[in-house]
């Protein structure tokens, strides 16, 4: 049944929501177990989309068709995957920092971590610290994440860090950061555990600190 698993892989590739939507519920017809439908043809066609991306063969435009791809396979598989017991790779919260309203960036960074095997809870933009505070206390992630696209609201991240610390829930997650206004020695300055420069290199973050790469 390979041959179902190349397909799948290349219609999220293509961007083709409806064709990837129905290969994926073909091979659920099959018989072909939940867990290896996400690895070897969603999470597949995924990672090669992230490896196009770095290489400069994709843009963001086009990641974002294949993303939207990969949800609408998601969208079938996610009983299934519940039902069958798969363990996911780790919870992400993953938010835009207080202040500012850009969010393309971190929701193209949520679909790939999605298409990786993570479970993301995507808490918006815009996005106040005691937001962030409350979301760890609901959701238990592993790993959060901040996004800050102006260099006017980079100081959020870092209240929002303090205000994780305040809270005593520091210890319990690890934190990435990202976005246009922000480098790694800006990460390393207010506390983050790592930075991410793009939505590949955010996606092997992730992995690195949940434990998973």
Not at 74 to 98: A, H, Q
Not at 197 to 211: E, F, I, M, W
Request: hydrophobic fraction near 45%; glycine fraction near 12%; charged fraction near 25%.
């Amino acid at each position: 049944m390979s041959w179902l698993y190349e397909r799948i892989s290349t219609a999220i590739l293509e961007g083709d929501s409806d064709k990837t939507a129905d290969l994926v519920k073909k091979a659920l017809d099959e018989g072909l177990p939940a867990k290896e439908v996400l690895d070897n043809g969603m999470v597949a066609g995924m990672s090669e989309v992230g490896a196009r991306f770095k290489v400069g063969e994709m843009f963001v435009p086009d990641v974002l068709v294949s993303a939207d791809s990969m949800q609408a396979g998601l969208n079938v598989l996610r009983p299934y995957l519940i039902s069958s017991g798969v363990k996911l790779l780790g919870k992400i919260v993953m938010g835009t920092v207080k202040g500012d309203l850009h969010d393309i960036g971190k929701n193209l960074v949520n679909m790939m971590c999605e298409g990786a095997g993570f479970e993301v809870i995507d808490i918006g933009f815009d996005v106040d610290p005691q937001q962030f505070v409350d979301a760890i206390k609901e959701h238990q992630p592993d790993v959060v994440g901040m996004s800050a696209m102006l260099t006017t609201t980079m100081r959020a991240m870092a209240h929002t860090i303090k205000a994780i610390e305040e809270s005593g829930l520091r210890t319990t997650v690890k934190i990435m950061v990202g976005g246009a206004s922000v480098d790694a020695a800006f990460a390393e300055r207010i506390g983050a555990d790592g930075y991410g420069s793009n939505a590949p290199s955010g996606v092997d973050l992730a992995k690195r600190l949940a434990g998973v790469a």
